[in-house]
């Protein structure tokens, strides 16, 4: 069997060819694992990958230690791991661009870009919430006329909700907790996003978020993420995750998610609060999953377990 090749796209490194900083040990220990067990790896930053196919690819080669143009007739597979959530944000055009993009080659790539483009939007949330699986109730509000209409329906005094862009939003940006439904605010995110979701405000987030990472079917594993003095559950420096053991429970719904997306998952996040003791989904990350595996100080072993995962689905050919 030829060697396999694979092209790692990340987040916009600085002062590259430092793709080993502290800031990318995710990489690090990817590109060391798979170099080691006969993977040679490229890596390039998603922001520096030309939508065009006549045009090379610069990428950083484990082999040489240079930079050289990564033609993708040579690469085998494509693996995203972490695009950087700030770029994401402000680019988000650009990455959907990129997903466009590698649709068109014939490379697979985990994860898949169907796959991706459906995780951009929100909207994902409403069809597990049709599916029947436990989704704070959401709403989806894409005009101004609609806002308007939400927010002059009759409501109790008092109620809370949390209002968040339907598109993007990463690590949190653009979500607010929000009482009586005022309207201004309202408008003033959807000016700022174009579209929103709605969701009534559940009081177990004050106990933290817990997150289950999957490869395929196999549970991975898990942590459980403190508040970090607002609604928002993001990682801070000082901030303190804790290993979790999720319950069998839990663990379905992670693989029952996966049977109902339309296209393959390789590698999902799964964020959970609780509410009365139950679990409620308040993400499935699937395009930039902070996997947290070198919090759980498990950073060669889960690069370990992606190679064999990889191995095993999409270069075995």
Same mark, same amino acid.
């Given at each position: *069997?030829?060697?396999?090749?694979?092209?790692? +796209?990340?987040?916009?490194? /600085?002062?590259?060819?430092?793709?080993?900083?502290?800031?990318?040990?995710?990489?690090?220990?990817?590109?060391?694992?798979?170099?080691?067990?006969?993977?040679?790896?490229?890596?390039?930053?998603?922001?520096?990958?030309?939508?065009?196919?006549?045009?090379?690819?610069?990428?950083?080669?484990?082999?040489?230690?240079?930079?050289?143009?990564?033609?993708?007739?040579?690469?085998?597979?494509?693996?995203?791991?972490?695009?950087?959530?700030?770029?994401?944000?402000?680019?988000?055009?650009?990455?959907?661009?990129?997903?466009?993009?590698?649709?068109?080659?014939?490379?697979?790539?985990?994860?898949?870009?169907?796959? *991706?483009?459906?995780?951009?939007?929100?909207?994902?949330?409403?069809?597990?919430?049709?599916?029947?699986?436990? +989704?704070?109730?959401?709403?989806?509000? %894409?005009?101004?006329?609609?806002i308007r209409s939400f927010c002059g329906e009759q409501?109790?005094?008092?109620?809370?909700?949390?209002?968040?862009?339907?598109?993007?939003?990463?690590?949190?940006?653009?979500? /607010?907790?929000?009482?009586?439904?005022?309207?201004?605010?309202?408008? #003033?995110?959807?000016?700022?996003?174009?579209?929103?979701?709605?969701?009534?405000?559940?009081?177990?987030?004050?106990?933290?978020?817990?997150?289950?990472?999957?490869?395929?079917?196999?549970?991975?594993?898990?942590?459980?993420?403190?508040?970090?003095?607002?609604?928002?559950?993001?990682?801070f420096p000082g901030k303190e995750y804790e290993h979790?053991?999720?319950? #069998? /429970?839990?663990?379905?719904?992670?693989?029952?998610?996966?049977?109902?997306?339309?296209?393959? +998952?390789?590698?999902?996040?799964?964020?959970?609060?609780?509410?009365?003791?139950?679990?409620?989904?308040?993400?499935?990350?699937? +395009?930039?999953?902070?996997?947290?595996?070198?919090?759980?100080?498990?950073?060669?072993?889960?690069?370990?377990?992606?190679?064999?995962? %990889?191995?095993?689905?999409?270069?075995?050919?």
């Amino acid at each position: *069997m030829s060697q396999k090749r694979i092209l790692l +796209i990340g987040q916009a490194y /600085e002062n590259l060819p430092n793709v080993f900083s502290e800031n990318a040990e995710d990489v690090r220990d990817i590109t060391n694992y798979f170099s080691t067990n006969g993977v040679a790896v490229s890596v390039v930053p998603w922001e520096d990958i030309p939508l065009d196919s006549s045009q090379p690819i610069m990428a950083y080669d484990s082999e040489t230690k240079l930079f050289r143009p990564t033609p993708l007739e040579g690469i085998d597979l494509v693996v995203l791991r972490q695009l950087g959530s700030g770029s994401i944000n402000e680019n988000l055009g650009t990455l959907k661009r990129l997903f466009y993009y590698l649709q068109t080659l014939d490379v697979p790539t985990v994860n898949g870009p169907q796959t *991706m483009l459906e995780n951009v939007s929100k909207k994902y949330l409403l069809f597990l919430q049709e599916k029947g699986f436990p +989704i704070p109730k959401s709403v989806s509000l %894409l005009s101004e006329k609609e806002i308007r209409s939400f927010c002059g329906e009759q409501i109790r005094d008092g109620l809370e909700e949390v209002i968040k862009p339907l598109d993007g939003g990463e690590s949190g940006r653009g979500v /607010e907790k929000v009482e009586s439904r005022p309207v201004q605010i309202f408008l #003033d995110t959807f000016e700022r996003y174009g579209s929103l979701l709605v969701q009534p405000y559940l009081k177990g987030v004050q106990n933290g978020e817990v997150s289950l990472v999957f490869l395929g079917d196999t549970f991975s594993h898990a942590v459980k993420k403190p508040l970090s003095g607002d609604i928002r559950v993001n990682y801070f420096p000082g901030k303190e995750y804790e290993h979790y053991v999720p319950t #069998d /429970e839990e663990v379905a719904l992670g693989r029952e998610i996966r049977a109902v997306w339309e296209t393959p +998952i390789d590698v999902m996040r799964l964020d959970l609060i609780h509410q009365e003791g139950k679990p409620q989904i308040i993400e499935v990350e699937l +395009i930039n999953p902070a996997i947290y595996e070198r919090l759980e100080g498990i950073g060669s072993l889960f690069a370990k377990n992606l190679y064999n995962y %990889l191995l095993e689905t999409h270069l075995n050919g």
